[in-house]
T-cell receptor
Framework: AQSVTQPDIHITVSEGASLELRCNYSYGATPYLFWYVQSPGQGLQLLLKYFSGDTLVQGIKGFEAEFKRSQSSFNLRKPSVHWSDAAEYFCAANFGNEKLTFGTGTRLTIIP | DADVTQTPRNRITKTGKRIMLECSQTKGHDRMYWYRQDPGLGLRLIYYSFDVKDINKGEISDGYSVSRQAQAKFSLSLESAIPNQTALYFC?????????????FGDGTRLSIL
C-alpha cells in the first residue's frame, strides 16, 4: 500500500544545533514529495517539494531535503535551528492519483 | 487578507446538531480539499473537488457532505455531529495541471462536539 511514514513523533533540539527530520514512503515508483510546516494556530505552509532532478532541494526558511531512492526517503534538514522553527512538520506524497498522502507529523521543540 | 479563508475558526456544538464549515479562496484555484487533523494521525482527506461539477470522496467521507457553490467556495457539512468528529479541519486549494502542484491551506477550524 502507498504510505508515508514519519518515525519520530517528537524531537527536541537545542537552538543553533542541526536538525534532521525523517520521512519514508512506500511506493513502487518515485512519488512527488513535499514538506510542510504547521505553526501553532495556523495552517500548513509549504517548505519545499521534489519531483525530479537534483536530489537535494532547497526550500524556504533555510531548510533543505534530500531524496534517496535507495532508501525511499526524503529527509528534511537544517544546519542551525532557531527558536521560531518550533512547529509540527509534515511530509506528504502524491502517488500519481492527484491527492496528497500525509505522514503523521513530527513535533519539533527547541530548547535555549 | 488570507488567500484561503475558513469560517468559523472555532466552534463548539452538541451531538446531533448540523454543522457547516465554510471555505473561500481568492487564489483562483480550481481544486479544493477538506481534511481533518487528529493528534498522531496527521491529515486525512474527507472530500475533494477538481472543479465546480466534480466532487469526490476521500478516505474518511462517512458522516460528512460537501457543496461546491462556486469556484471560490467549498463548504463541509456534518449532518448530525458526533463526538468523534471533534478535530481540526482544514481547507486547501491547488492549481490544476500537475502532480507537483502544492496545496495551499487555510488556518483551520477547531470543532468540538460535546
Amino acid at each position: 500500500a502507498q504510505s508515508v511514514t514519519q518515525p519520530d513523533i517528537h524531537i527536541t533540539v537545542s537552538e543553533g544545533a542541526s536538525l534532521e527530520l525523517r520521512c519514508n514512503y512506500s511506493y513502487g515508483a518515485t512519488p512527488y514529495l513535499f514538506w510542510y510546516v504547521q505553526s501553532p494556530g495556523q495552517g500548513l505552509q509549504l517548505l519545499l517539494k521534489y519531483f525530479s532532478g537534483d536530489t537535494l532541494v532547497q526550500g524556504i526558511k533555510g531548510f533543505e531535503a534530500e531524496f534517496k531512492r535507495s532508501q525511499s526517503s526524503f529527509n528534511l534538514r537544517k544546519p542551525s535551528v532557531h527558536w521560531s522553527d518550533a512547529a509540527e512538520y509534515f511530509c506528504a506524497a502524491n502517488f500519481g492519483n492527484e491527492k496528497l498522502t500525509f505522514g503523521t507529523g513530527t513535533r519539533l521543540t527547541i530548547i535555549p | 487578507d488570507a488567500d484561503v479563508t475558513q469560517t468559523p475558526r472555532n466552534r463548539i456544538t452538541k451531538t446531533g446538531k448540523r454543522i457547516m464549515l465554510e471555505c473561500s479562496q481568492t487564489k483562483g484555484h480550481d481544486r479544493m480539499y477538506w481534511y481533518r487533523q487528529d493528534p498522531g494521525l496527521g491529515l486525512r482527506l474527507i472530500y475533494y473537488s477538481f472543479d465546480v461539477k466534480d466532487i469526490n470522496k476521500g478516505e474518511i467521507s462517512d458522516g460528512y457532505s460537501v457543496s461546491r457553490q462556486a469556484q471560490a467556495k467549498f463548504s463541509l457539512s456534518l449532518e448530525s455531529a458526533i463526538p468523534n468528529q471533534t478535530a481540526l479541519y482544514f481547507c486547501a486549494t491547488s492549481l490544476t495541471g500537475g502532480w507537483d502542484q502544492p496545496q495551499h491551506f487555510g488556518d483551520g477550524t477547531r470543532l468540538s462536539i460535546l
